[in-house]
């Protein structure tokens, strides 16, 4: 079992940043790709952007290429995505997910290829 914790989220005006982190904790000896989704009210989750376990493979939504960042540190455990030039469409509730992938670089986009979860972190963007 791994147990996923997001932070960082908060209230930020139209183009600012935010830089949200994601620990991760228990079996960490395996290797993980990771992503970050989000959920705005009324709409489905969705796929914002994922890294391979080694950190060598991205993949990241058209609406916010060029915007956000995602980034890991295997030593720390830590998954981080940084937002940058935000939008209030942006607004959402944030998730880290992981999935064991073995050491391929694969990086799943659907949420139902991931196992673990976080319990979100609200981010809010004022126009």
């Known amino acids: 079992q791994v147990q996923l914790v997001e932070s960082g989220g908060g209230l930020v005006q139209a183009g600012g940043s935010l830089r949200l982190s994601c620990a991760a904790s228990?079996?960490?000896?395996?290797?993980?790709?990771m992503g970050w989704f989000r959920q705005a009210p009324g709409k489905e989750r969705e796929f914002v952007t994922g890294?391979?376990?080694?950190?060598?493979?991205?993949y990241t939504e058209d609406s916010v290429k060029g915007r956000f960042t995602i980034s890991r540190d295997n030593a720390k455990n830590m998954v981080y995505l940084q937002m940058n030039s935000l939008k209030p469409e942006d607004t959402a509730v944030y998730y880290c997910?992981?999935?064991?992938?073995?050491?391929?670089?694969?990086?799943?986009?659907?949420?139902?290829?991931?196992?673990?979860w976080g319990q979100g972190t609200q981010v809010t963007v004022s126009s």
């Open positions: 997910a992981g999935r064991a992938v073995g050491t391929t670089n694969w990086v799943p986009v659907a949420s139902r290829d991931y196992d673990y």
């Open positions: 228990g079996r960490t000896s395996s290797y993980y790709a």
């Open positions: 890294i391979s376990w080694d950190g060598g493979n991205t």
